[in-house]
């Protein structure tokens, strides 16, 4: 018997566009990791999110461990994280030999609870080390509350880095702003990653933004294996290759032009999702907090065993039984292995999130009906242990 067709949780989604500015990239023979399409790309990008510069990047991975280079962070030094995230997080703490210091979520939008960073914050003032930055994630799509952290990180002198990687599109409308701002934008640095699971993609791509112009030069300095102003190569610091090729930002650029179209798309299978299985008892999905539009990168569940009659790893694997990946939330990064013994604080937030929370498949191409596979798949369990 033939499986059915794979679902996948996030595939890339291109168009005609795309293909225009990478057949000009071949066109003008500019192959390499720099060219055109970067610069327009890099122009393109700060104003779509509202920032003064920015440098596009091999990854957003290289976009934050420059940033975290660029503030200062050495060995031994803190810098404050969200627990619940990705390992790319918090890994380039640890490139510079930083350690992680974990901050526990809140409720309303999953992200980086105020009241926590707060005690945090605290406690080191009184210890005389307070952190060199905060890496404030932005999950799922969407913001966190960012004034709240900003006016935390002001108030203690701390520089606040956006990792806005999973939340390009989204926006976040607090108070003192009269006009709705991009997650990132409010930072010292703020990072986007254009993996190929974004919501656009340039198969592997990041860019660092900025309204500090020194800032983003010194990044493209660094990421241009810190090449010093010389016709021979000559080198005062050690840099990184980690510029975006010219090819890989002319589909940036495609993507760019579709990205509230991917919005709205996606913001739409959240919706059927919750049209078709909000009724149904033990199942609730990821809030929008009030203070912003989420993008629903990815739909996030969560299941309460006790009302549902089992949990959500069950769900997943029996989605995985019809060939259809779904995945759990983040693991928290003070339970993971490489993260052993490093500070936190609080954390059950973030552990009952992960225990319950599951990520369906939302890509802005995912058909109707391999939506209905997965609608399907989750009604049939809870009807047969109903």
């Not at 102003?229 to 760019?256: C, D, F, K, T, W």
């Not at 996606?266 to 199942?283: F, K, N, S």
Request: with cysteine; net charge neutral.
């Amino acid at each position: 018997m033939t499986a059915p067709p794979r679902v996948y949780l996030s595939s890339p989604h291109l168009g005609a566009e795309e293909f225009e500015f990478v057949r000009e990239a071949f066109a003008t023979n500019w192959i390499a990791p720099l060219g055109p399409n970067v610069d327009a790309f890099e122009r393109e990008f700060a104003a779509a999110v509202g920032s003064a510069h920015a440098a596009a990047l091999s990854s957003g991975t290289a976009a934050l461990h420059l940033a975290l280079r660029l503030a200062g962070v050495t060995a031994g030094d803190e810098v404050f994280c969200s627990s619940l995230t990705f390992s790319a997080s918090a890994n380039p703490i640890v490139y510079e030999g930083g350690r992680p210091v974990f901050i526990d979520s809140e409720r309303t939008s999953w992200n980086m609870d105020p009241a926590r960073l707060e005690e945090a914050l605290i406690a080191k003032e009184r210890g005389g080390r307070l952190p060199k930055a905060v890496i404030l994630v932005h999950l799922y799509g969407q913001a966190a509350d960012i004034n709240a952290v900003a006016s935390l990180c002001g108030r203690f002198g701390v520089k606040l880095i956006e990792d806005a990687a999973e939340a390009l599109g989204a926006t976040y409308s607090g108070s003192g702003h009269a006009n709705s701002i991009a997650p990132g934008v409010r930072g010292w640095t703020g990072i986007y990653s254009f993996n190929g699971n974004k919501i656009i993609t340039t198969s592997g791509g990041g860019m660092l933004v900025s309204d500090d112009a020194d800032v983003v030069q010194k990044a493209r300095f660094l990421a241009t294996q810190a090449r010093d102003p010389a016709p021979h190569y000559q080198h005062s610091e050690i840099g990184y290759n980690y510029r975006m090729s010219n090819v890989l930002a002319g589909i940036g650029r495609g993507q760019l032009r579709v990205l509230q179209a991917r919005v709205d798309a996606r913001r739409a299978v959240y919706a059927r999702y919750h049209e078709a299985l909000a009724d149904l008892p033990g199942i609730e999905f990821m809030p929008e907090a009030p203070w912003g539009r989420a993008t629903r990168w990815l739909t996030c569940a969560l299941i309460d065993p006790a009302a549902f009659g089992t949990d959500r790893e069950s769900v997943r694997l029996a989605l995985e039984a019809e060939n259809i990946e779904a995945r759990p939330v983040w693991k928290p990064m003070h339970l993971q292995p490489v993260f052993a013994g490093c500070e936190r604080f609080g954390g059950e937030v973030a552990e009952d999130l992960f225990a319950r929370g599951l990520c369906l498949p939302s890509g802005s191409n995912l058909k109707r009906e391999d939506q209905e596979r997965v609608i399907q798949v989750v009604r049939r369990l809870a009807r047969r242990l109903g």
